[in-house]
């Protein structure tokens, strides 16, 4: 239960934090700096010694995408890459729908999973507060705030701030993935109508065919592409 000074505390806190993100959050595109700003600012507010942002990567794996450091003595983890066998990622599946926070006060003490050991001292880590990033089950990434010289007992305070920047940070990632996919509709529908009036302007059949192949691979940044033209018994003539 958090007490009266303690409430007042996180929330000056998370009003400094807004204030820091907010110019940043009004571009859902630049989500690489709206992020980098949120680990520095919530790093800076907690004082800890490392704050990161650790998200999926495309071997099933995790890594460390953005980073805030309080000492420059600190072995740099941004673009550490955490393997898929350190993560038992069927343990993490089943933990996400009621996922919330997982903190470690002092991991040379503490009665925590071996991979959790190992990954804690991979980054080189002594007390943990982790909070995740999830949207519809799906682990999105996860924000880690970090003591590396010596044990610390996480408060309701940082842990409250912790659980808010999280929420803060997925409605962040939901809202550019949105827009990201709408971009894509819009690009597809505009090289749709460019095709369609091209095809309209154009007597000669090779012709139109490689327009729609050259758009086609410029739109979906593939390699190869061809268009396949099926005779009077079905058979396909490329």
Same mark, same amino acid.
């Not at 940043?24 to 010694?49: C, N």
């Not at 949207?135 to 880690?144: A, E, I, P, S």
């Not at 192949?213 to 003539?237: N, S, T, V």
């Given at each position: 239960?958090?007490?009266? $000074?303690?409430?007042? &505390?996180?929330?000056?806190?998370?009003?400094?934090? /807004?204030?820091? *993100?907010?110019?940043? %959050?009004?571009? @859902?595109?630049?989500?690489?700096?709206?992020?980098?700003?949120?680990?520095?600012?919530?790093?800076?507010?907690?004082?800890?010694?490392?704050?990161?942002?650790?998200?999926?990567?495309?071997?099933g794996g995790f890594?460390?995408?953005?980073?805030?450091?309080?000492?420059?003595?600190?072995?740099?983890?941004?673009?550490?890459?955490?393997?898929?066998?350190?993560?038992?990622?069927?343990?993490?599946?089943?933990?996400?729908?009621?996922?919330r926070h997982y903190?470690?006060?002092? $991991?040379?003490?503490? &009665?925590?999973?071996?991979?959790?050991?190992?990954? /804690?001292?991979? *980054?080189?880590?002594? %007390?943990?507060? @982790?909070?995740?990033?999830?949207?519809?089950?799906?682990?999105?990434?996860?924000?880690?705030?970090?003591?590396?010289?010596?044990?610390?007992?996480?408060?309701?305070?940082?842990?409250?701030?912790?659980?808010?920047?999280?929420?803060?940070?997925?409605?962040?990632?939901q809202f550019t993935?949105?827009?990201?996919?709408?971009?894509?509709?819009?690009?597809?529908?505009?090289?749709?109508?460019?095709?369609?009036?091209?095809?309209?302007?154009?007597?000669?059949?090779?012709?139109?065919?490689?327009?729609?192949?050259?758009?086609?691979?410029?739109?979906?940044?593939?390699?190869?592409?061809?268009?396949?033209?099926?005779?009077?018994?079905?058979?396909?003539?490329?």
């Open positions: 239960v958090l007490f009266r $000074s303690n409430l007042i &505390e996180m929330y000056e806190a998370r009003e400094e934090i /807004l204030r820091r *993100i907010n110019p940043d %959050a009004t571009s @859902v595109v630049d989500i690489d700096k709206f992020l980098q700003t949120a680990v520095t600012e919530m790093g800076r507010q907690l004082g800890v010694d490392r704050c990161n942002i650790i998200t999926p990567s495309l071997d890594r460390v995408s953005h980073e805030y450091l309080a000492d420059e003595s600190l072995t740099p983890g941004l673009g550490l890459n955490i393997p898929s066998k350190l993560v038992p990622l069927d343990t993490i599946q089943k933990y996400l729908p009621r996922a903190m470690v006060n002092d $991991s040379k003490s503490a &009665e925590i999973p071996i991979w959790v050991r190992t990954t /804690l001292q991979l *980054i080189g880590t002594r %007390a943990v507060l @982790v909070a995740p990033f999830v949207l519809n089950n799906r682990l999105l990434g996860v924000m880690g705030l970090h003591y590396c010289h010596s044990s610390h007992n996480w408060t309701e305070t940082e842990i409250g701030l912790a659980e808010w920047l999280a929420g803060q940070v997925s409605i962040a990632l993935q949105l827009y990201q996919e709408k971009e894509k509709e819009i690009e597809i529908a505009r090289l749709m109508l460019e095709i369609s009036n091209d095809i309209s302007a154009r007597t000669d059949f090779s012709e139109v065919t490689d327009f729609v192949i050259d758009r086609a691979l410029e739109l979906l940044k593939a390699d190869y592409g061809c268009i396949a033209i099926l005779d009077q018994i079905g058979r396909a003539h490329v």
